[in-house]
């Protein structure tokens, strides 16, 4: 197993880990909002520099960088605390109502910020002024979910996170996992007249409604997923207040 030095503690990892996973088992908080267990690094937010003084000296990013025997990784270095800062400048300048960001630079002693962004104040779309470009909900929504619903648009200051053609997308099923993982809660999802609205995604998606209650819940296009769990096809088919409703009453008569 490889063993760092970390912030000057000795710490033992398993085979192939990052060094962002080392550093959480050294207990060490590290920021980070690109990254998400599951999904391949992505390298955006910057906010998991490390330096590493051995066996090379260099800045590296935490979440996709190997961990290896005898590195040795400083945390918070004078360099790195440095760099850090300026990476949350660079993301108060573009979002500076994000609560997320913030909170984190608040943590570092930031208030405010020496940069400027065209791209600050302007909503392309609702919700659009909080979004950092981490790419998780385009990730997520490809790799994880595999519709590829939505994408990046644009290049420099216009790069933005979109369907296609700013429309409705035909791809999406609703599923909300690009809100779910969203670090800034830049996505919102209002449920309402029996329809679910993705506005960020200019897409509207028809809810089903439970056929014992008679509320809408599930996005049609989700419906698949009913059929890959046949053995629960009942419950799939009705909304989570029935169907917490049945399982209490099943659960009752069963205790008789
Ligand atoms: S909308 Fe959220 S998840 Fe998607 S790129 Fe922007 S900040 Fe990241
Ligand atoms: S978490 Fe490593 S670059 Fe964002």
Redesign the pocket.
């Known amino acids: 197993m490889p063993t760092l030095t970390i912030d000057g503690n000795l710490i033992e990892t398993p085979q192939d880990t990052t060094v962002l996973e080392a550093v959480r088992l050294a207990g060490i908080d590290l920021p980070?909002?690109?990254?998400l267990d599951g999904l391949p690094?992505y390298?955006?937010?910057?906010?998991?520099l490390v330096e590493m003084t051995a066996p090379t000296q260099s800045m590296i990013?935490?979440?996709?960088y190997p961990a290896a025997n005898g590195m040795v990784i400083e945390t918070r270095s004078k360099q790195v605390v440095a760099v850090r800062k300026m990476m949350l400048e660079f993301l108060l300048a573009r979002c500076p109502t994000s609560s997320v960001i913030v909170d984190l630079a608040k943590k570092e002693g930031l208030t405010e910020t020496r940069f400027y962004s065209e791209y600050a104040g302007r909503a392309d779309a609702p919700g659009s002024e909080l979004c950092i470009l981490c790419g998780l909900c385009v990730r997520v929504c490809s790799d994880m979910i595999g519709a590829a619903a939505i994408g990046f648009n644009g290049r420099g200051e216009n790069r933005q996170v979109a369907s296609p053609f700013f429309l409705q997308s035909e791809a999406c099923i609703g599923c909300g996992a690009c809100a779910f993982v969203c670090p800034t809660s830049a996505i919102r999802i209002e449920d309402h007249d029996g329809q679910r609205f993705l506005r960020m995604w200019n897409t509207v998606v028809v809810l089903q409604p439970c056929p014992v209650c008679g509320n809408s819940f599930s996005p049609e296009p989700m419906i698949f997923l009913r059929n890959l769990a046949e053995a629960s096809t009942d419950l799939w088919g009705i909304c989570p207040e029935c169907r917490r409703k049945q399982a209490a009453s099943k659960f009752h008569s069963v205790l008789g």
């Open positions: 980070t909002l690109c990254h690094p390298g955006a937010c910057r906010l998991c990013s935490s979440c996709s």
